[in-house]
Structures are given as C-alpha cells and as structure tokens.
C-alpha cells in the first residue's frame, strides 16, 4: 500500500510541477509518462524501503526490491529517455517531410526522465515509506 501511496503523490505532483513550469494546468500528466517527479523510481524505491523496514535490511526480499528499484530507475533515466530522443529526431524528420503530403501519427516524446527528476522520485519514495511505516 506505501508503494501505491508513493505512485499516487509522484503522480499528482506532476500536475502540480508541469503546471509550476509551463504556467498551465495539464491533467494528462496525473497518467503520462516523464515528468518530475518520477512515479516510477518514487513506487520502486519505497517498495524496497518498505521491505527493509518490515523484513529487515539484510533480507532477501530487500535485496530483491532494491535490485528492482535500480533497475527501474536505469530505465526511467537511461532507456525511455533515448527512446523519447530518438522520438523527438524522428518527429522533426517527419515533419521536414511532411511539406510532401505526409500526415503520420507524431510520436510520443515525453517518455523518460532526467537523472535529477529519478533521483527526486527515488527520494520521495523513501521518505513516504519512512513516514508510512517507521
């Protein structure tokens, strides 16, 4: 239940920062990718917070949950946020293009995070699953 708790904040906070930026309210972000703070590295981080808590540090289950959280956050600021990139170069590309009578679909380039906006989420994960649970 932290974990979801950690998810739900991450995500309600990226209305508020999206809207603290671009000085307007953007509901999609509550379910889009990207943004600050990262809901996925807040969720992972405060699952293995959580479990070092409850089970203790040198369990097994936290060792799983933080090799699970490392990975997540590699994701986040590493893969998605080349794919969001690339998608970025292809939709300038297209639409270069797209004087010929194209009209392909644009692609989605808010996809990862910055390593800055991972490590906020990360942080906030474990601060709610001290809070929650400590």
Same mark, same amino acid.
């Given at each position: 239940m932290t974990a979801l708790i950690a998810?739900? !904040?991450?995500?309600?906070? /990226? !209305?508020?920062?999206?809207? %603290?930026? =671009? /000085?307007? &309210?953007? %509901? /999609?972000? &509550?379910?889009?990718?990207?943004?600050?703070? $990262?809901?996925? =590295?807040? %969720?992972?981080? =405060? &699952?293995?917070?959580?479990?070092?808590?409850?089970?203790? %540090? =040198? $369990?097994? !289950?936290f060792a799983l949950a933080t090799v699970f959280a490392l990975v997540v956050m590699y994701d986040a600021a590493g893969v998605r946020r080349a794919a969001g990139k690339q998608a970025k170069v292809l939709n300038a590309i297209v639409k270069d293009l797209n004087k010929k009578e194209l009209h392909p679909e644009r692609l989605k380039e808010l996809l990862g995070h910055t390593p800055f906006e991972v490590l906020i989420g990360a942080l906030l994960g474990i601060i709610i699953a001290i809070w929650r649970l400590a």
């Open positions: 998810w739900m !904040i991450a995500q309600f906070l /990226k !209305i508020v920062t999206w809207a %603290f930026v =671009s /000085k307007e &309210l953007n %509901f /999609k972000r &509550l379910v889009g990718p990207g943004g600050m703070p $990262s809901s996925h =590295s807040a %969720f992972a981080t =405060s &699952l293995g917070t959580g479990a070092g808590l409850v089970e203790g %540090f =040198s $369990s097994t !289950i």
